[in-house]
């Protein structure tokens, strides 16, 4: 499985028989990281909730230009959403490939309410579980978000134990300048490595195989 980070939570996942991004946002959007006419094969968009940093219009409208028979899969509340911006093929099951996952996104309070969150299992082996430090199981594959309004990095790493995966790939760590990035990327791997665990330091851009 070949895993590339294209900013904040948006990982595009390869396989030789399935092609699914998750999270499209607009951080990765704005980044222009991805190249869409040089990505060959596009089976699946996932999106764990409508948030802008997981959820970005224009970023799905022009993978769905290249990619026009690919299915979406997200929450009902980001399905209205999808729909009344004329995007089609949303589904809100899970199917062969695709475990959608019911997990609450973690409080935004003083700042509203938490939108409907869903995290996913993707062919078995990654788990993506959007806006939550608070789920109870994984696959092989980890992506754990590491900072956030509403979340910590103590809590990512005490979860990151708990769980227990083969590796763990950092998401949702926009929020930090590269400098606290690259720190905790570097602590994280060494408190992991000493559990068992593979922390994967990853670049923006550059794909790993696991």
Known sequence: ??????????LLVET??????????EYSWQSDLLDITKLARLDDIIITHEHI??????FIEAL???FPAATIFTTNAASVLLQKAGIKNVQTQGQDGVELLKIN????????????????????QL???GDSQTFTESK????LPLTAPWGTLTKAAELGLALKPNYIIPIHDWHWNDTARNDAYIRLELFFKNHGISFIQMKDGNAVEL
Do not use: Q, W
């Not at 092989?140 to 992506?143: D, E, S, W, Y």
């Open 1 to 10: 499985m070949k895993i590339t980070k294209y900013v904040h939570s948006c």
């Open 16 to 25: 030789p028989d399935r092609v699914g991004i998750i999270d499209p946002g």
């Open 53 to 58: 940093d997981h959820m970005c219009i224009p």
């Open 64 to 66: 769905l230009l290249k």
């Open 105 to 124: 996104h973690e409080s935004t309070a003083p700042f509203g309410d938490a939108p409907e969150n869903t995290g996913v299992h993707y062919l078995g």
């Open 127 to 129: 788990t993506h579980p």
């Open 140 to 143: 092989p594959i980890l992506a």
